[in-house]
């Protein structure tokens, strides 16, 4: 199966009928007709809203933890789908989304005013930017690590990338 065509209504149902395709379709965004990517970072904003209330270390627990179960779910749902990295999986987004905006929560970082929704926005579009884009090693990793852990580490190295820059950005702004 070709990792761009869209899924069939069996495939829908063998996503869903698992915890691991549930979580691995990004509770449903990467259901999305188009642009399975994008949705499934916007869905990663509603849970990051809660996420941002926790401790750094404690942060930093749920996207390790997250990642792992990530590499799990995306591989169980990849190999019921028989493509490593089917499009319509999106937990990648979640966390390569959280890694992102990890830089909004440190205090330091931030304008006296505090936080402003457009640093959200900001830290959205530099993710989908670096995930999009691939620079190197996001392309190398994505061409070469399969299964579960292929899925994952793009995107996290994408979160990586687009947190430095946001990072940089809020630090020259403040």
């Keep these: 199966m070709n990792a761009k065509k869209s899924l069939s209504g069996d495939q829908r149902r063998v996503l869903l009928a698992t915890p691991a395709g549930w979580l691995a379709c990004g ?3 990467g259901l999305a007709p188009v642009a399975q ?3 499934g970072s916007l869905a990663a904003l509603l849970p990051w809203l809660l996420l941002r209330e926790l401790s750094g270390p404690l942060y930093v627990a749920v996207l390790l933890i997250g990642f792992g179960i990530g590499v799990w779910a995306c591989d169980v749902a990849g190999r019921a789908l028989g493509v490593d990295d089917h499009r ?3 937990w990648d987004e979640f966390i ?11 205090p ?3 304008p006296a005013s505090g936080f ?3 640093m959200l926005a900001a830290g959205f579009a ?3 930017l670096f995930d999009v884009w691939k620079p190197w090693p996001i392309s190398w ?3 070469r690590v399969k299964g579960g852990m292929g899925v994952m580490i793009d995107d996290v190295v994408a979160g990586i990338f687009a947190a430095v820059v946001l990072a940089c950005g809020l630090h020259f702004l403040s």
């Design 88 to 90: 319509s999986l999106v």
């Design 37 to 39: 990517g994008t949705f």
């Design 108 to 110: 330091a970082l931030l």
């Design 27 to 29: 509770f449903g965004s």
């Design 96 to 106: 390569g989304q959280w890694t992102a905006l990890l830089p909004l929560l440190v």
């Design 141 to 143: 990793l994505d061409r």
């Design 126 to 128: 530099l993710f989908r």
């Design 116 to 118: 402003r929704w457009w």
